[in-house]
C-alpha cells in the first residue's frame, strides 16, 4: 500500500464534520474540538490533503503548539498519515519556533551577548529593582519584609510579557477602571444599613479598590526599569524571546515577508491556551494575505492553562476578525467516552458562564457518543466514599488488582487527581503489590540525596582550598558516602582518635589523621593493614583539592564524578537511569552558572546553591517512572490529550479543590484589562480541570473521596460533585476497608521490596528517548566507532566538560561564521578586515572564558592570532562570495529521519561543495578522509560525513543545484606551515555504502543493539565498562577473535 491509499484509507474513517475541516483547506478555519473527538487525526489528515492536493511542500507548512510533549505525539500521528514527509513538516512549540527565527537572524537580533536569566539572578535584579524605590514609593516597605513584592512582581512581569500589556495600557485600564467603581453595583449599599442608606457609597470598599489598583499601577510603571535591569545585566527570559521577535517582524518588513513567504500553511494547536504574544506571532505571520491560510483549534471549555498567560479571548477575537471568510466547525461526536461520561460531563461544564456558546449564535457543543462499539453501553459513573484518604488508596489499589486481574492491560486505567502529593503516596501502596505504574512529576534536584552528597563534596574542597583543614566535620559526613564504601566503624575510630587528641601536644585535624593513617607502612605483620577504601578516600580527596586552583570548574566537576566513583556507583545502581538523569542536569547547571559568570569560583558556586536553598529556587527535573502501558498515575493538567477504559477519579475533597487556600498571586487585575466575560473566575476554572479529568473515561468512571482526613478531621466532598449530582442520580457506595486488609498493607510497607526490573526498566526508557531521536553524523560515526560510546554519549549523555580544544574550535567556527556573514550583509560584498575577523575570536574567547583556566585561556588566544592571521591572508583573496552559511538542514532518507548543521555551502553554477571547518593536526586527520577498504571496511568518519551531508541534502527543498564534494577547511596548518583543504568527492557507490550504514544503525538502535562494545584495547568506554565490572547495566563484552 502506497502513502496516497494510506492516506485516503485514514481519510475514509472521517465524519462528515471531521472532513469539511480537513476539506477546507483554503482560507482561515475555526475548529472548536470537544474532548474525544479526534482534534490530532484531523490535524494530521488537513496536512496529509494540503501535500497531495496542492503543489506545497511540507517545508512550507508550519504548525504550532503548546508543549514539547505536543510536538512529538503530532508528528507521530502525522507520520502514520504522510509517512516519511512528516518530519520535514515544521512543527514547533512558541519559544522553539522563535528560538529558531533568531538563530536564521543573530545579526538582526544582535543578542549574542545575552544570557537566559536563572531564578536567582532574577530574584537578585527584583531585589535591585526594589532597593531603587523611592522613599514614597506604594510598594515601599519598612516595618516588615522589604522584598514582600518580589514575587508579586515577577508574576505581574511575567504576564505583561507574555499578553504584551505595556505600563500605558495598564493604566489606560486602570484609570478606566477606577473612573466606572462609583456607578459598580459591588461599591453601592443596595439596602440601608445602619447610617448608610440604599444607594449610598460604601467608601471603605472604594479606597481599600483604589488602593489595590495603585499598588498595580505602581508596579506595572516598574516594568521597563526591571527591564532596563536585566538589559545592564546581558540577560532576558523565555518570554523576551517571542517579543523580540514580535518587534523585528513589526520593525523589519523584509524579515516578516521571508517568513510569511515561507508557510503557506498555518496550523495552531490548543489555540484556547494561547497568550497574546503568541496570538499576536500568528497574526502577524497570517496578514500577508487578505483570507490566510490558517486553521486553529481549540476548545473554550478545556482551557487549563490559563495561569500560563493564555485566555479564551483569542477564539473570539478569531471569530470577529475573519467572520467574513471563516469556516467555522463544531466537532461533537465523541468517539472516546459512552453517553453518561458525557452526560455527567455537560451538566457539570453547563454551570461555567464564560463559554463560547453564550458568546456565538447558533454553537451547539453538546457531545454525542459516537463509537459504535460502546455508545449502547450504559455504564453510568459511580461515587465511592472511604473513610480516610489512606483507605481510599487502598480501595484503588485492590479495585486495579482486580481488574488486572480480570486480564485488563495496565494501560487502559487511569489514576486521576489534583495534586501530584496523592500520587506519591498511591504510588506506594502498588509499589507494595508489585502493580506496574508510570507517573511523570517534577523533581527539585537539590532535594535529591545524591546531588546534596556532590554539593557537599563541592563544599568540602572549597573550604579546604580556602583554609586547609577547617572541613574536618564536613569530611566525616563525606567518608560515609555510598562511592567509598568504607565501613562506618572505620570511620569512628578516627572520628574517636580526633577527639582523644584534641587536647593533647598530638592534636591532629581528621583530613590529617586519614592521610597519615593511609599511608602508614605496617609495623608487624600482626598490625591489620588499612583499609584500602580509605587509603583510596584520602588519595582522591587530596587529589581534587590540588585540582581546585588548577582547572576550571566544568573540569574540576567532571573529574570528581570520575575519581570519586560518582559514575560508578551510578552505573551499578539499580536507579542508574534516573541517577544519570539527575548529574547530567547538576552538571548543565553548573556549565550554564560558569558561562554566566566566567570568573566563578568554586566557592562562589557553593554560595549560589546555598542561596538557591534559602530563597526556595528549585533545580527542576522531571522524572519518569515506567511506561505508558502501565497503569497511569496523572494530575488532572497531565491528563489532558489521554484516554482510558478505566478511569478512578480520586481524592475529589472540597479542600483538594475549589476550597484549597491559595496564596495571593500577584496583583489584582481591572476587569477592564480583558472583556468583562474572560476576566474568569478561580472556580470555572478548577470547574474546566474537572471536566477535563472527567472526560478522559471512555468506559468505566469512579469517582471517590474521603469523609475524614488521616488525622481524624471531617471532609466534605467536592461542590463539583453535588453539582453533578443535582441533576444525575449516581449509584453511591460507602467502602469499608476491613482492619485485617489495612495490616496486610501496613505489614507490606515493613517487608524488603523486590529487586527493581532493572532490565525493563531500561528498555522503558531507551524508548522513550528513541521517540524523538534523529540521525546525525556524530551519532553515527559514534556507533560505528563503538556501540558503547553511542550508548554512553548520545542515549545516557554521560556528563562531559567544555575542554579548551572544543571551544577553541567553537571560537574558531564563530569567527568564520561571521566574517562571511558580514560579507553577505554589506552592499559591496566585501569580506571585513583582518582586525574585525580576529576581534570575533577574540569576543567568543571572552564570552566563553569558563571553559579555560588562565593559562590555557592566554596561550589559546595566543594560538589563535598565530594561525588565524597567515589563514586569512591566504585565502581573503580566493573566497567564494556565492554561500550559504551555518544552515541547519533535515530530511529523510529510507524512512530515517536525519539532521545536520553545515558550516558552509559554496556554490558555483548548479554545484555544490559543502565546507566543514576543522580545527586541529590536519596530517593526523588523514586517515579519516578514506573510503572503505580492506583494512577499514566501515571508511573514515571524515569520509562518511561527506557523504552523510551529500545525502542530506540530496532532498532538501526546492533546489536545482546537486552536491558533488565536500572539503574539510584546516585552520591549523600542517608541520611545513601549509594550509590543508582536503576535498572528497562524492561517487554513487558511496552514497549506497553510507546509506547502508545510516539504514543498518538506524534498525540495531532502535532494536538496543549497543550493549556490546568493539572490543579494542585502546576503546575508552569498553575499557570503562571492564574496569568497573558493570556487568548489572550491560552484556559483557564478546572476546576479541
Same mark, same amino acid.
Given at each position: 500500500m502506497n502513502q496516497?491509499?494510506?492516506f485516503?484509507?485514514e481519510?475514509?474513517?472521517l465524519?462528515?464534520q471531521?472532513?469539511?475541516?480537513?476539506d477546507?483547506i483554503d482560507?482561515?478555519?475555526?475548529v472548536i474540538?470537544?474532548?474525544?473527538?479526534g482534534?490530532?487525526?484531523?490535524l494530521?489528515?488537513?496536512?496529509?490533503?494540503?501535500?497531495?492536493e496542492?503543489d506545497t511542500r511540507?517545508?512550507n507548512i508550519l504548525?504550532l503548539t503548546?508543549t514539547?510533549a505536543g510536538v512529538?505525539?503530532?508528528?507521530?500521528r502525522?507520520?502514520?498519515?504522510?509517512?516519511?514527509d512528516a518530519?520535514?513538516?515544521?512543527?514547533?512549540t512558541?519559544h522553539?519556533?522563535?528560538?529558531d527565527?533568531i538563530q536564521e537572524n543573530?545579526s538582526l537580533f544582535?543578542?549574542?551577548?545575552m544570557d537566559?536569566?536563572?531564578?536567582l539572578?532574577?530574584?537578585?535584579?527584583l531585589r535591585e529593582l526594589?532597593?531603587?524605590f523611592?522613599k514614597?514609593?506604594?510598594?515601599?516597605?519598612y516595618r516588615?519584609d522589604a522584598?514582600?513584592e518580589?514575587k508579586?512582581?515577577?508574576?505581574?512581569?511575567s504576564?505583561m510579557?507574555?499578553e504584551?500589556?505595556t505600563?500605558?495600557?495598564?493604566?489606560e485600564?486602570?484609570?478606566?477602571y477606577?473612573?466606572?467603581? =462609583? #456607578?459598580r453595583?459591588k461599591?453601592?449599599?443596595? &439596602?440601608s444599613r445602619?447610617n *448608610?442608606?440604599?444607594g449610598? !457609597?460604601? %467608601?471603605n470598599?472604594?479606597?481599600?479598590?483604589r488602593?489595590?489598583?495603585?499598588?498595580?499601577?505602581?508596579?506595572?510603571n516598574?516594568?521597563?526599569?526591571f527591564q532596563l535591569?536585566m538589559r545592564?545585566?546581558?540577560r532576558?527570559d523565555?518570554d523576551?524571546?517571542?517579543?523580540?521577535?514580535?518587534?523585528s517582524?513589526?520593525?523589519?518588513?523584509n524579515?516578516l515577508?521571508?517568513?510569511?513567504e515561507k508557510?503557506?500553511?498555518?496550523?495552531?494547536d490548543?489555540?484556547? =491556551? #494561547?497568550?497574546?504574544?503568541?496570538n499576536r506571532? &500568528?497574526?502577524?505571520?497570517? *496578514?500577508?494575505?487578505?483570507? !490566510?491560510n %490558517?486553521?486553529v483549534?481549540?476548545?473554550?471549555?478545556?482551557s487549563i492553562f490559563?495561569f500560563?498567560?493564555?485566555?479564551v479571548?483569542?477564539?473570539?477575537?478569531?471569530?470577529?476578525?475573519y467572520?467574513?471568510?471563516l469556516m467555522?466547525v463544531?466537532?461533537?461526536?465523541?468517539?472516546?467516552?459512552?453517553?453518561?461520561?458525557?452526560?455527567?460531563?455537560k451538566?457539570l461544564?453547563n454551570?461555567?458562564?464564560e463559554?463560547l456558546?453564550?458568546?456565538m449564535?447558533?454553537? =451547539?457543543?453538546?457531545l454525542?457518543?459516537a463509537?459504535?462499539?460502546?455508545?449502547?453501553?450504559d455504564?453510568w459513573?459511580?461515587?465511592?466514599i472511604s473513610?480516610?484518604p489512606?483507605?481510599?488508596m487502598?480501595d484503588i489499589?485492590?479495585k486495579?488488582?482486580?481488574l488486572?486481574?480480570?486480564?485488563?492491560p495496565?494501560?487502559e486505567i487511569?489514576?486521576?487527581?489534583?495534586?501530584n502529593?496523592y500520587?506519591q503516596?498511591?504510588?506506594q501502596y502498588f509499589?507494595?503489590?508489585?502493580?506496574?505504574?508510570?507517573?511523570k512529576?517534577?523533581?527539585n534536584?537539590?532535594?535529591?540525596?545524591?546531588?546534596?552528597?556532590?554539593?557537599?563534596?563541592l563544599?568540602?574542597?572549597?573550604?579546604?582550598?580556602?583554609?586547609s583543614y577547617?572541613?574536618?566535620?564536613?569530611?566525616?559526613?563525606?567518608?560515609?558516602?555510598?562511592?567509598f564504601?568504607?565501613?562506618?566503624i572505620?570511620?569512628?575510630q578516627l572520628?574517636?582518635e580526633?577527639?582523644?587528641r584534641?587536647f593533647?601536644?598530638?592534636?591532629?585535624?581528621?583530613?590529617?589523621?586519614?592521610y597519615?593513617k593511609?599511608?602508614?607502612p605496617a609495623r608487624d605483620?600482626f598490625?591489620?593493614?588499612?583499609n584500602?577504601n580509605l587509603?583510596k578516600?584520602?588519595?582522591?580527596?587530596e587529589a581534587l583539592?590540588?585540582?581546585?586552583?588548577?582547572?576550571?570548574?566544568q573540569?574540576?566537576?567532571?573529574?570528581?564524578?570520575?575519581k570519586a566513583?560518582?559514575?560508578?556507583?551510578v552505573m551499578?545502581?539499580?536507579e542508574k537511569l534516573?541517577?544519570?538523569?539527575?548529574l547530567?542536569?547538576?552538571?548543565d547547571?553548573?556549565?550554564?552558572?560558569t558561562?554566566?559568570?566566567?570568573?566563578?569560583t568554586?566557592?562562589?558556586l557553593v554560595k549560589?546553591?546555598?542561596m538557591?536553598?534559602?530563597e526556595?529556587?528549585p533545580?527542576p527535573?522531571t522524572?519518569v517512572?515506567g511506561?505508558a502501558?502501565?497503569?497511569n498515575?496523572?494530575?488532572?493538567?497531565?491528563?489532558k490529550?489521554?484516554?482510558?477504559k478505566?478511569v478512578?477519579?480520586?481524592?475529589c475533597?472540597?479542600?483538594i479543590?475549589?476550597?484549597?487556600?491559595v496564596?495571593?498571586n500577584g496583583?489584582?487585575?481591572?476587569?477592564?484589562?480583558f472583556p468583562a466575560s474572560s476576566?474568569?473566575s478561580?472556580?470555572?476554572?478548577?470547574?474546566?480541570?474537572?471536566?477535563?479529568?472527567?472526560?478522559?473515561?471512555?468506559l468505566h468512571l469512579?469517582?471517590?473521596y474521603?469523609?475524614?482526613?488521616?488525622?481524624g478531621?471531617?471532609?466534605?466532598p467536592?461542590?463539583?460533585?453535588?453539582?453533578i449530582?443535582?441533576?444525575?442520580?449516581?449509584e453511591k457506595?460507602?467502602v469499608?476497608?476491613s482492619?485485617?486488609?489495612?495490616?496486610e498493607?501496613?505489614?507490606?510497607?515493613?517487608e524488603?521490596?523486590?529487586a527493581p526490573e532493572?532490565?525493563?526498566k531500561?528498555?522503558e526508557?531507551i524508548n522513550r528517548?528513541?521517540?524523538s531521536?534523529?540521525?546525525?553524523?556524530?551519532a553515527?560515526?559514534n556507533?560505528l566507532r563503538c556501540?558503547?560510546?553511542?550508548?554512553?554519549k548520545?542515549?545516557l549523555r554521560?556528563p562531559?566538560p567544555k575542554n579548551?580544544?572544543?571551544?577553541?574550535?567553537s571560537?574558531v567556527h564563530?569567527?568564520?561564521?561571521?566574517?562571511?556573514?558580514?560579507m553577505q550583509?554589506?552592499?559591496?560584498q566585501?569580506?571585513?578586515?583582518?582586525?574585525?575577523?580576529i576581534?570575533?575570536?577574540e569576543?567568543?574567547m571572552?564570552r566563553?572564558r569558563?571553559?579555560f583556566t588562565k593559562?590555557?585561556f592566554d596561550r589559546r588566544?595566543?594560538?589563535?592570532h598565530?594561525i588565524?592571521?597567515?589563514?586569512y591572508?591566504k585565502y581573503i583573496?580566493t573566497?567564494n562570495k556565492?554561500?550559504?552559511i551555518e544552515r541547519?538542514v533535515?530530511?529523510?532518507?529510507?524512512?530515517?529521519p536525519?539532521?545536520g548543521?553545515?558550516?558552509?555551502?559554496?556554490f558555483?553554477g548548479k554545484?555544490v561543495?559543502v565546507v566543514?571547518?576543522?580545527?586541529g593536526?590536519?596530517e593526523?586527520?588523514?586517515?579519516?578522509?578514506?573510503?572503505?577498504?580492506?583494512k577499514?571496511?566501515?571508511?573514515?568518519?571524515?569520509?562518511?560525513?561527506?557523504?552523510?551531508?551529500?545525502?542530506?541534502?540530496?532532498n532538501?527543498g526546492?533546489?536545482?543545484w546537486?552536491?558533488?564534494s565536500?572539503?574539510?577547511?584546516?585552520?591549523e596548518p600542517d608541520?611545513?606551515?601549509?594550509?590543508?583543504k582536503p576535498?572528497v568527492?562524492i561517487?554513487?557507490?558511496?552514497i549506497s555504502?553510507?546509506?547502508?550504514?545510516i539504514t543498518d544503525?538506524?534498525?540495531?538502535?532502535?532494536q538496543h543493539?549497543?550493549?556490546?562494545?568493539c572490543g579494542?584495547?585502546?576503546?575508552?568506554w569498553c575499557?570503562?565498562v571492564?574496569?568497573?565490572?558493570?556487568?548489572i547495566a550491560l552484556?559483557?563484552l564478546e572476546?576479541?577473535a
Amino acid at each position: 500500500m502506497n502513502q496516497r491509499e494510506k492516506f485516503e484509507l485514514e481519510y475514509r474513517k472521517l465524519n462528515s464534520q471531521q472532513k469539511l475541516a480537513v476539506d477546507t483547506i483554503d482560507g482561515p478555519v475555526m475548529v472548536i474540538a470537544g474532548p474525544g473527538t479526534g482534534k490530532t487525526q484531523i490535524l494530521s489528515a488537513r496536512i496529509g490533503k494540503i501535500l497531495l492536493e496542492t503543489d506545497t511542500r511540507p517545508e512550507n507548512i508550519l504548525c504550532l503548539t503548546y508543549t514539547d510533549a505536543g510536538v512529538v505525539a503530532m508528528r507521530k500521528r502525522l507520520v502514520e498519515f504522510i509517512g516519511p514527509d512528516a518530519y520535514k513538516v515544521n512543527i514547533y512549540t512558541f519559544h522553539a519556533f522563535c528560538n529558531d527565527i533568531i538563530q536564521e537572524n543573530l545579526s538582526l537580533f544582535e543578542k549574542n551577548q545575552m544570557d537566559p536569566v536563572s531564578e536567582l539572578e532574577r530574584i537578585r535584579y527584583l531585589r535591585e529593582l526594589i532597593d531603587s524605590f523611592p522613599k514614597n514609593h506604594p510598594l515601599k516597605r519598612y516595618r516588615s519584609d522589604a522584598y514582600f513584592e518580589i514575587k508579586n512582581l515577577r508574576s505581574l512581569f511575567s504576564n505583561m510579557k507574555r499578553e504584551g500589556w505595556t505600563p500605558a495600557f495598564i493604566n489606560e485600564k486602570i484609570d478606566n477602571y477606577l473612573a466606572s467603581l =462609583d #456607578t459598580r453595583d459591588k461599591f453601592i449599599y443596595q &439596602v440601608s444599613r445602619g447610617n *448608610n442608606k440604599k444607594g449610598d !457609597p460604601k %467608601v471603605n470598599d472604594l479606597n481599600a479598590e483604589r488602593e489595590r489598583m495603585e499598588k498595580l499601577r505602581a508596579a506595572a510603571n516598574e516594568f521597563d526599569h526591571f527591564q532596563l535591569i536585566m538589559r545592564k545585566h546581558n540577560r532576558y527570559d523565555f518570554d523576551d524571546m517571542i517579543n523580540w521577535v514580535i518587534q523585528s517582524f513589526e520593525k523589519d518588513e523584509n524579515l516578516l515577508r521571508k517568513y510569511q513567504e515561507k508557510y503557506l500553511y498555518t496550523l495552531v494547536d490548543e489555540y484556547q =491556551d #494561547t497568550s497574546g504574544t503568541q496570538n499576536r506571532l &500568528v497574526q502577524l505571520l497570517i *496578514n500577508y494575505w487578505e483570507r !490566510p491560510n %490558517v486553521f486553529v483549534v481549540g476548545d473554550d471549555d478545556q482551557s487549563i492553562f490559563r495561569f500560563q498567560g493564555a485566555s479564551v479571548v483569542n477564539m473570539q477575537s478569531f471569530d470577529d476578525t475573519y467572520s467574513e471568510d471563516l469556516m467555522k466547525v463544531v466537532l461533537t461526536n465523541n468517539y472516546r467516552s459512552t453517553q453518561p461520561v458525557l452526560d455527567i460531563s455537560k451538566t457539570l461544564i453547563n454551570r461555567n458562564t464564560e463559554r463560547l456558546i453564550y458568546r456565538m449564535d447558533g454553537l =451547539d457543543k453538546d457531545l454525542i457518543a459516537a463509537n459504535s462499539s460502546i455508545n449502547h453501553l450504559d455504564h453510568w459513573p459511580k461515587i465511592r466514599i472511604s473513610e480516610t484518604p489512606r483507605q481510599e488508596m487502598i480501595d484503588i489499589t485492590t479495585k486495579v488488582l482486580s481488574l488486572l486481574e480480570q486480564n485488563i492491560p495496565p494501560g487502559e486505567i487511569g489514576i486521576i487527581y489534583k495534586e501530584n502529593k496523592y500520587g506519591q503516596e498511591l504510588m506506594q501502596y502498588f509499589k507494595l503489590k508489585n502493580i506496574p505504574y508510570y507517573s511523570k512529576r517534577s523533581i527539585n534536584i537539590l532535594e535529591i540525596p545524591i546531588a546534596k552528597k556532590i554539593i557537599l563534596l563541592l563544599d568540602y574542597l572549597a573550604t579546604e582550598h580556602e583554609i586547609s583543614y577547617s572541613g574536618d566535620e564536613m569530611l566525616f559526613e563525606i567518608l560515609h558516602f555510598d562511592w567509598f564504601h568504607i565501613p562506618a566503624i572505620e570511620i569512628a575510630q578516627l572520628s574517636i582518635e580526633v577527639a582523644n587528641r584534641q587536647f593533647s601536644e598530638k592534636k591532629v585535624s581528621f583530613r590529617r589523621l586519614l592521610y597519615e593513617k593511609s599511608n602508614e607502612p605496617a609495623r608487624d605483620l600482626f598490625t591489620p593493614a588499612v583499609n584500602p577504601n580509605l587509603k583510596k578516600a584520602s588519595a582522591i580527596i587530596e587529589a581534587l583539592i590540588a585540582e581546585v586552583p588548577n582547572t576550571t570548574l566544568q573540569l574540576l566537576m567532571e573529574s570528581m564524578i570520575r575519581k570519586a566513583g560518582i559514575l560508578n556507583f551510578v552505573m551499578e545502581s539499580p536507579e542508574k537511569l534516573w541517577l544519570l538523569q539527575v548529574l547530567g542536569a547538576l552538571f548543565d547547571y553548573v556549565q550554564e552558572e560558569t558561562h554566566r559568570n566566567p570568573s566563578m569560583t568554586l566557592a562562589d558556586l557553593v554560595k549560589v546553591f546555598d542561596m538557591m536553598e534559602d530563597e526556595e529556587i528549585p533545580l527542576p527535573l522531571t522524572q519518569v517512572n515506567g511506561s505508558a502501558d502501565a497503569v497511569n498515575l496523572l494530575t488532572a493538567h497531565g491528563a489532558k490529550g489521554l484516554e482510558f477504559k478505566h478511569v478512578f477519579f480520586a481524592g475529589c475533597n472540597s479542600h483538594i479543590w475549589e476550597k484549597k487556600r491559595v496564596p495571593p498571586n500577584g496583583y489584582k487585575f481591572p476587569d477592564t484589562i480583558f472583556p468583562a466575560s474572560s476576566n474568569q473566575s478561580s472556580e470555572e476554572e478548577l470547574r474546566r480541570l474537572f471536566y477535563v479529568a472527567l472526560t478522559r473515561a471512555q468506559l468505566h468512571l469512579t469517582i471517590s473521596y474521603s469523609r475524614f482526613g488521616n488525622d481524624g478531621k471531617d471532609l466534605e466532598p467536592s461542590m463539583f460533585i453535588a453539582e453533578i449530582e443535582d441533576v444525575h442520580t449516581l449509584e453511591k457506595e460507602t467502602v469499608s476497608i476491613s482492619e485485617d486488609l489495612q495490616a496486610e498493607f501496613q505489614v507490606l510497607q515493613w517487608e524488603t521490596e523486590q529487586a527493581p526490573e532493572i532490565e525493563r526498566k531500561e528498555e522503558e526508557f531507551i524508548n522513550r528517548l528513541l521517540e524523538s531521536f534523529e540521525m546525525n553524523v556524530t551519532a553515527l560515526n559514534n556507533y560505528l566507532r563503538c556501540p558503547l560510546e553511542f550508548y554512553f554519549k548520545n542515549l545516557l549523555r554521560i556528563p562531559s566538560p567544555k575542554n579548551e580544544a572544543t571551544e577553541f574550535g567553537s571560537a574558531v567556527h564563530f569567527a568564520l561564521e561571521n566574517l562571511f556573514r558580514q560579507m553577505q550583509n554589506d552592499n559591496r560584498q566585501q569580506f571585513p578586515s583582518l582586525e574585525s575577523f580576529i576581534g570575533q575570536f577574540e569576543w567568543y574567547m571572552k564570552r566563553h572564558r569558563e571553559s579555560f583556566t588562565k593559562d590555557q585561556f592566554d596561550r589559546r588566544m595566543e594560538y589563535g592570532h598565530i594561525i588565524l592571521t597567515p589563514y586569512y591572508e591566504k585565502y581573503i583573496p580566493t573566497w567564494n562570495k556565492i554561500v550559504a552559511i551555518e544552515r541547519n538542514v533535515r530530511n529523510v532518507y529510507n524512512g530515517i529521519p536525519l539532521k545536520g548543521k553545515l558550516d558552509k555551502m559554496e556554490f558555483d553554477g548548479k554545484k555544490v561543495n559543502v565546507v566543514d571547518y576543522k580545527t586541529g593536526d590536519p596530517e593526523k586527520a588523514l586517515g579519516k578522509l578514506a573510503p572503505p577498504s580492506e583494512k577499514d571496511p566501515k571508511g573514515g568518519d571524515y569520509w562518511r560525513q561527506a557523504v552523510f551531508y551529500k545525502i542530506l541534502l540530496d532532498n532538501y527543498g526546492h533546489r536545482s543545484w546537486i552536491v558533488e564534494s565536500t572539503e574539510f577547511d584546516f585552520i591549523e596548518p600542517d608541520k611545513r606551515k601549509i594550509y590543508r583543504k582536503p576535498k572528497v568527492n562524492i561517487l554513487p557507490e558511496h552514497i549506497s555504502a553510507v546509506g547502508d550504514q545510516i539504514t543498518d544503525t538506524w534498525e540495531k538502535i532502535h532494536q538496543h543493539d549497543f550493549y556490546t562494545g568493539c572490543g579494542k584495547k585502546e576503546c575508552h568506554w569498553c575499557n570503562f565498562v571492564k574496569t568497573n565490572n558493570m556487568a548489572i547495566a550491560l552484556h559483557e563484552l564478546e572476546d576479541e577473535a
